[in-house]
């Protein structure tokens, strides 16, 4: 096979549905010359007969460790935990450059078998921007889990586990349905709302007819007086969405809440942003992630102090796997159409010399 291959790699992490080629994105890489192996995957949120059908050749679950040497193997997610040498060029989210338990080990396994790692994290554009990223969907999907969130809580419960949805449509309606035509009177403030993950927050809450003059929209401007804000105290939902890269003041902390008692209308947090046990976290109320099995944490509170509960999950996008899967892979699919000139193309000279870097400190750590 030649360097104009593409192998689209299985994923093993639990829960995990998305993909970082589409059908869509495979049959475009294929109209320039690609040819596309794809791993039968029944994990994935894509049927194997969607990629079969625009033309990517199906193989066995798990057999890139097969895969001629000079194909780049794709995947989302991290490879499970191994000592296994790794030959190949392997693109994906390997969450180890930032010296996240085990990361050391990760780079090892490259070390050893002389292959290579673009991290998906790190691909920038000109600018300094990532080239592909999944905010928006987090943002999207955080809102819905939200106002779920919110109305389980106003029939007196917690919400229940959450599952990926088929759709963003079927997402849609199971929100619109559990408000039950309440809507309108449902306030939510997002926090970073012109960013990515806010601008998702912020569609989903139109979506599902929340009036505008409700969804009170900040960012920087409405924040450089310093916080905490009691304004968070008076809407229903408070969706933190800010990309957090300095110590800021607090947007909230127990004493507001306290202090409101029963005159607090915010009863849901949805914390997107999930700086958890980040030291400078702006909204120091929790201090756990939740998970899709038990999405909300509840606050402890003083008696006549009414509920609040907490959203942390660090995996949202992940409730809404195909278009989350689609826009990601649509704004991979021009780096990946350079992937057959990765030795001159910008975007991948740059990805591996940062591999470099970080394999010289993981040799360095282990004592190579
Ligand atoms: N929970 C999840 O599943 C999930 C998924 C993807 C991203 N994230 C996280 O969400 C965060 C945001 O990601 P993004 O891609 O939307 O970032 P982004 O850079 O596109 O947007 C961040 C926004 O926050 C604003 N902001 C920064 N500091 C602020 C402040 N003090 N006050 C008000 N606004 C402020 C910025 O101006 C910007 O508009 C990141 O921490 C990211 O890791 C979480």
């Known amino acids: 096979m030649s360097e104009n291959s593409l192998w689209l790699r299985c994923e093993k992490k639990p829960f995990e549905r998305r993909a970082a080629i589409t059908p869509t994105t495979a049959k475009k890489l294929i109209d320039v010359g690609y040819s596309i192996t794809v791993e039968r ?5 894509f049927d194997d007969e969607e990629y079969e059908t625009v033309g990517c050749t199906l193989v066995d679950n798990d057999s ?3 895969a001629p040497i000079n194909i780049p193997i794709i995947g989302l997610k991290e490879l499970p935990t191994s000592s296994s040498p790794l030959k190949h060029t392997h693109v994906h989210f390997a969450h180890c450059y930032k010296h996240q338990a085990g990361w050391a080990s990760v780079l090892a396994r490259f070390y050893a078998g002389k292959g290579t790692l673009y991290d998906l994290e790190f691909l920038q554009d000109e600018s300094g921007r990532r080239v592909a990223a999944f905010g928006f969907h987090a943002g999207f999907a955080g809102a819905a889990a939200g106002l779920l969130a919110y109305a389980s809580l106003k029939d007196g419960k917690t919400l229940g586990s959450l599952e990926p949805f088929a759709n963003e449509a079927e997402m849609i309606s199971s929100v619109t349905a559990k408000l039950q035509g309440n809507a309108k009177n449902v306030k939510a403030l997002v926090m970073g709302a012109l960013g990515r993950c806010g601008r998702g927050a912020v569609e989903l809450l139109q979506k599902v007819g929340l009036k505008d003059s409700n969804i009170f929209k900040w960012d920087l401007a409405e924040t450089a007086k310093g916080g905490p804000f009691l304004e968070i105290l008076d809407v229903d939902i408070f969706i933190n969405c800010i990309y ?57 509170l003083d008696p006549g102090n009414p509920p609040l509960e907490v959203i942390s999950i660090d995996h949202l996008p992940t409730l809404l796997p195909r278009e989350a899967s689609e826009q990601f892979s649509a704004d991979l699919l ?18 591996e010399k940062l591999y470099k870097e970080k394999l010289s400190e993981a040799v360095k750590e282990l004592g190579l």
């Not at 995957?41 to 949120?45: G, N, T």
């Not at 021009?334 to 990805?351: D, G, M």
């Open 244 to 300: 957090l890269s300095t110590k800021i003041p607090h947007f909230l902390t127990p004493k507001e809440i306290r202090e409101a008692g029963s005159s607090r209308r915010l009863s849901i947090i949805v914390d997107v942003s999930c700086d958890t046990t980040n030291p400078n976290n702006p909204i120091p109320v929790y201090d756990i992630n939740t998970t899709f099995e038990k999405p909300t944490v509840a606050l402890k």
């Open 64 to 66: 890139w460790p097969t």
């Open 334 to 351: 021009p780096s990946l159409k350079e992937l057959k000139n990765r030795r001159t193309a910008r975007v991948w000279v740059e990805a």
């Open 41 to 45: 995957d029944e994990q994935r949120i």
